[in-house]
């Protein structure tokens, strides 16, 4: 079993960065595809990004590429999602996910077992 846990959400102005962090533990994590989603009011939890177990491939939705950065670190059991230049439209509840599938990147919901309960992020225009 694993738990995990998002910070690092708030309040920020357009064109602002965060970051936020998805803490893990029960077990290590260093073997699964980890993932974040994002829930946005009155739409369905939508794929963000997403990086193997190894760190070595990640993939990222075609609205945050270029401006949202993945990464693990697997001796802290921990995962993260840089996010720059933020736009209203990134307004969310973003969610961390644990996959079993950790050989290749997993963008779809279904293949993530664990999940968080997630980190308001507001971006205010």
């Known amino acids: 079993q694993v738990q995990l846990v998002e910070s690092g959400g708030g309040l920020v102005q357009a064109g602002a960065s965060l970051r936020l962090s998805c803490a893990a533990s029960?077990?290590?994590?260093?073997?699964?595809?980890m993932g974040w989603f994002r829930q946005a009011p009155g739409k369905e939890r939508a794929f963000v990004a997403t990086?193997?177990?190894?760190?070595?491939?990640?993939n990222y939705a075609d609205s945050v590429k270029g401006r949202f950065t993945i990464s693990r670190d697997n001796a802290k059991n921990t995962v993260y999602l840089q996010m720059n230049s933020l736009k209203p439209e990134d307004t969310a509840v973003y969610y961390c996910?644990?996959?079993?599938?950790?050989?290749?990147?997993?963008?779809?919901?279904?293949?993530?077992?664990?999940w968080g309960q997630g980190t308001q992020v507001t971006v205010s225009s």
């Open positions: 996910a644990a996959s079993p599938k950790g050989g290749r990147p997993q963008i779809n919901r279904s293949e993530y077992r664990y």
């Open positions: 029960g077990r290590l994590i260093s073997t699964d595809g």
């Open positions: 990086i193997s177990w190894s760190g070595a491939e990640a």
